[in-house]
């Protein structure tokens, strides 16, 4: 087991004095916006727990924000114990954003059928066990669009779909730090666009980002405008590939577009 892995179940079991604890019942929409609108005031970091097999269908967004959830903006970890967030609507919205000043640590928890992407990140996020799936963005990320510090930790993100009026996109789109380390990124597409395009069908990268111990495979990119593949590093970015497998995408597994941005390969098997 990770390090890393022992210390944050080290610091998940562990409540801080004066952080508090919300248990939300399953479909208790209201309940959970309450909860994050709470942790919200506080500085502690408070924990969110959601039952076994619960589902939160979301059929607008929370009240003065543009996505399922409030805007996180203090420190919170949600445990969802395999609880499914759903949009359940025909009104496109992510589940959730993390503000500049927020932490959010969230595990266990799959976020389906996003209209706008899942999440969008401006702070700090740690995801360990999530699954993002069947989401989708017309621009951006359908996945996960971060401009802050972000680490995903046993993840799958999957058969997400971006229709690209917006021709540098991805299932996620790095803008900022990222890790991604013993996940899966599966059965993405990325498709569309009317001017020359270039996709990260998986991982689209504008900033510094990290893959490790991964699997990218199956994801599919429009090759009829410009030069597309499973992953896309532009301008200056840095992308480290390391123990990671990369095969089964379409058109190409790689894509290195907008030189001189540097790609790192250590110990990585990529294939057509």
Sequence with gaps: MHRFTLLLLASLSFTPSGARDFLI?????AGLIAAIEAANTTPESDRVFLPAQSEYRFRTPAP???????????????IGNGAVLRRYSAEAFAHLAVGPDGDLAMVDVVLADGGNGAIHNAGRLLAWGVTIEDSSARGGASALLNTGTARLLD????????????????????????????????????????????FGAALSNFGQAT??????????????????????????????????????????????????????????????
């Design 25 to 29: 019942e399953s479909g208790d929409v």
């Design 64 to 78: 003065g924000a543009a996505t399922a959830l409030p805007l996180i903006e203090g420190r919170l970890q949600i």
């Design 155 to 198: 993840c799958d993100v999957r058969f997400n779909s971006l229709a690209a009026a917006d021709p540098t996109g991805g299932a996620i789109v790095n803008r900022g730090t990222l890790e991604i380390d013993d996940s899966r990124l599966v059965g993405n597409t990325a498709f569309g666009g009317t001017a020359p395009t270039e």
């Design 211 to 272: 893959v490790s111990h991964s699997v990218i495979s199956a994801n599919g990119a429009d090759a009829a405008f410009g030069r597309s593949g499973a992953i896309a590093n532009f301008g200056e970015a840095t992308l480290r590939l390391r123990d990671s497998v990369i095969e089964g995408n379409e058109p190409a597994a790689l894509a290195t577009v907008r030189l001189p941005g540097a790609i790192e390969l250590s110990g990585t098997r990529i294939e057509r």
